[in-house]
Structures are given as C-alpha cells and as structure tokens.
C-alpha cells in the first residue's frame, strides 16, 4: 500500500484501510486481524497511527450525534473532524471550551495523543471527554463511563487500546471570541511580563520565528466576548497588526481565522486554521514538548539560546499554555503547563539532528513530547519518570489488549 500521513514523513506500513459504517462490520474487522489500528485524519508526524496489519477509518460510521442539553453532553462517533462536531453543536446553540489550532482532526484521533489550543485555565481536548466506548481486539464493545476507574487511563489511549467508536464530551452554551494579533513585540517585555500577557485573554499565543532577537513576531490573543474584560498588557498596546497574519513569514493570512478583533463565532477564531484550507503550510514537520507552567519562561530562554543551530530548520516556533488534567498520558497530566511547538521545515534529517540538542536544553524542566509530533527517541524507563501512571496505563493496555492487536512500532518504542 501506498499511505503516507498528512505530512508525508511517515510511509503507513499497512495492507488496506478498511471503512466500516456499522458497529458490526468494525467488530468483524478487529476480531479477525493480527494486526490493526486506528486511523484518524492522519495528522501525527510520529508512527504512532502505524501498522503492519489493517488500519481501520471510522470516518463513515453510522453515529449520529446526539446532544445531551440536561447533563451538557454530546455523544459523537470517534472518526468525526472537530470542525464538523463544532458546526453541529453551534446550529444547536452548544460549544466546546476549546479546540486545536486546525479543526481538520478527528475526535478519537486528537484525544488520543492529548491535543490541545491555549489558555491558562483550558484544559486539552481530551479533558473534555466523560465517556467513550472502546472496541477492543476481542471484539468487545466496552462503554467506559464518567467516575468509571478506567477513564483517566483511556482518554488519552496512543491507539493502543482498540478502537474508540464514540466519544461523550462536556459541551457548553455558545459564546462568541474576538481574536486580535499584536506584532513585534519586545522579547524582554514577554519574558518578564509571560504571565501576564497568557492570561490576558481566554487563549493566548506567542509566534516567535528566532530571527529577531529582540522580539516575538506575533502574539495571538482570543477573548471571550461573554467574560470580563482583561487589561491589554503594556507591552501589547500599539502594536495590533494592520492587516490580517498567518503565523508563518511570507504566507498568505486567506487559510486563517478572522482576526481584527471582530467578534464571531467560537468556533471560527478558536482554531488558528479554516476547516477549507490547508492548515499551517502543508510542507512541514512539527515537534512539541509540554513543561510545567513555572518554567515556561526559562524554558524559552532556552530555546532562544539554541537559536543559532535552529534557525535553518525553524519556520515557527508558537508558545501556548494548557491547565492541567488528570489523565494518565496526557502530556499537560498533573501540572499547569506551557508548550513549546516548533513548526520545523520538511527537512527530516536536520530535524533529527537537532532534537537532541534541543530536548537536553529542555531537559531541566522534564519536557514532555506531544505523542503527535516528532521527538528524539530516549530510553524506555524515561517515559515512567515522565508519567507516574505509566505501569498503571500498561496494565491497562494488557487488560484491554491482551494479544497485542494493536501494538506497533511506536508503543514498542515507548517499551509499551
Ligand atoms: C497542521 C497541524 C496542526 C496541528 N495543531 C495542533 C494543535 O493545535 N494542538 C495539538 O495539540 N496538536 C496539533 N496537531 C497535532 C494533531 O492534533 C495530533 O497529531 C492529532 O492526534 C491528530 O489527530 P488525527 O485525527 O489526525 O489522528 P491520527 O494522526 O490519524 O492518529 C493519532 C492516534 O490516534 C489513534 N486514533 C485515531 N482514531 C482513533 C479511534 N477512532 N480510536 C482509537 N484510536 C484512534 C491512532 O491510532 C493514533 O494512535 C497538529 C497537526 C497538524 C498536522
């Protein structure tokens, strides 16, 4: 087969993708195959979606969704976009807390590696989910339930459970964001004052390309219309954008989210990228590593010292903030924290060779790799210093996948 992930960099190892649109058929599939996997909207940079058997794509299975008003849920099938979930919740007068920068991502597929958008005090995606119901490679259909003890362990699942084939969310009225973008903003201005400038809105980023070494290009600012107004920062004042910006140099701002302060629908200026444009480039790979919020500041400072060796690899590099939650392998797991994301060129091999020196100067802070985007291999006993769950999630993964169905190269990797 001839499969590759969105970007290109990982070539799937499997031999079909089959598309079930029943339970059943689904079923049938899993039960029947030694090997087989998950596949989403394919926008991991790792081999984490990878198999050497069956992938199976739940984008057309038969779930409607069905909004829960009384307890603010919705039940959602696991292969459905975010970006087609938030228009079905929005005619119906509901929205989610928050999404990624690109609604282009399934469901099942971005809480799986714990995707998240900014905001101190916003959790990740997959905090959001009270429910999902797991078929498993017995071809069981295990309904795992909010205060169920399995929970916290399954959300963020790697793809290593079984295939998660609907998914129950919090949800909340609608409610309106007006996104504003600031530029050349002073470097020392945002390291002293971080805080302050995260906090001023309900998601905040940070894009700083490290060419200019005394300010961050651009500051992504998303604020609530239904919240109290927040104080601009000092160092933001006078320095809103004139005309609309994609965070990338030189890239046409037409693929992005209305800006300008112009308020609007939740759903169309929480994500950074329109549902019918190609999101961020397209030609790229990207790595991301979560520290706990206090050392978000000196944990830029050390990327900036490695600005020299990043620079030819480097188109973006976007600072967000993520609250904490309480699920196992959630990378924002058990601490408040700030991501730093890197959109690196298409240039695999000098990628690699700079991840370690990058992931050493980030070392002191005990950065944890989005399961989604690239990073350095380490050994295996690293990942249990990382996630005090982690023998819990493998037992776990040896209950719900006794023979291994799932495994692939990317769990062996993790000794998992
Ligand atoms: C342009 C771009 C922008 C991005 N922006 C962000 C961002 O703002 N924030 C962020 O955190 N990440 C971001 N990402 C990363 C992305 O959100 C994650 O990689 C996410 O996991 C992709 O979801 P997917 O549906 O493509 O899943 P895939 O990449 O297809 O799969 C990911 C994992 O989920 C599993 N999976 C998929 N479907 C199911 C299912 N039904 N049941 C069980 N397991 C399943 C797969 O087996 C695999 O293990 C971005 C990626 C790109 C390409």
């Not at 890197?342 to 005990?366: C, I, K, M, S």
Request: glycine share 10%; with cysteine; net charge negative.
């Amino acid at each position: 087969m001839n499969e590759v992930n969105w970007a290109g960099n990982v070539r799937y190892g499997s031999t079909r993708i089959a598309r079930p649109t029943t339970i059943d058929e689904a079923r049938a599939l899993v039960a029947g195959a030694d090997a087989v996997k998950a596949l989403g909207s394919r926008h991991s940079f790792t081999g984490i979606a990878d198999t050497g058997g069956i992938h199976i794509s739940l984008a057309g299975l038969d779930v409607p969704i069905r909004i829960d008003a009384a307890r603010q849920r919705v039940r959602v099938g696991g292969g459905v976009r975010y970006g087609e979930l938030a228009q079905h919740l929005e005619r119906n007068g509901w929205a989610l807390a928050t999404l990624a920068s690109l609604p282009h991502i399934s469901v099942a597929g971005a809480i799986s590696t714990g995707t998240h958008g900014s905001g101190v005090g916003v959790p990740s995606l997959a905090a959001a989910v009270t429910g999902l119901d797991l078929l498993t490679s017995t071809g069981d259909l295990v309904a795992i339930g909010e205060g169920d003890a399995d929970l916290r362990g399954a959300v963020v699942g790697l793809g290593a459970l079984g295939l998660v084939t609907t998914v129950e969310l919090a949800i909340e009225p609608s409610y309106e964001v007006a996104q504003t973008v600031y530029e050349q903003v002073p470097f020392d201005a945002v390291t002293t004052g971080f805080d302050e400038i995260m906090r001023s809105a309900h998601s905040v980023s940070l894009f700083t390309t490290l060419r200019d070494d005394d300010h961050v290009d651009q500051v992504w600012r998303k604020a609530r219309t239904d919240a109290a107004v927040r104080p601009l920062p000092a160092s933001l004042i006078d320095r809103e954008a004139t005309r609309p910006r994609h965070p990338l140099p030189g890239v046409s701002a037409a693929s992005c989210t209305v800006q300008g302060g112009e308020p609007g629908r939740w759903l169309d200026r929480i994500p950074h990228f329109r549902l019918e444009f190609t999101p961020s480039n397209g030609d790229e790979l990207q790595s991301e590593y979560l520290v706990a919020h206090e050392h978000g500041p000196d944990a830029l400072a050390a990327v900036r010292d490695l600005a020299e060796l990043l620079r030819p690899v480097l188109q973006v590099c976007e600072v967000r903030t993520i609250a904490s939650d309480d699920l196992w392998l959630s990378p924002a797991s058990g601490r408040d924290s700030v991501a730093l994301h890197f959109t690196w060129t298409a240039d695999g091999e000098g990628v690699a060779r700079v991840l370690p020196d990058l992931e050493a100067a980030l070392a002191p802070f005990a950065p944890r790799p989005h399961w989604g985007k690239v990073f350095a291999p380490r050994p295996v006993e690293a990942w249990a210093e990382l996630y005090p769950q982690w023998q819990g999630f493998r037992e776990l993964r040896d209950r719900l996948d006794a023979r291994g169905a799932f495994r692939n190269d990317f769990l062996r990797g993790l000794g998992l």
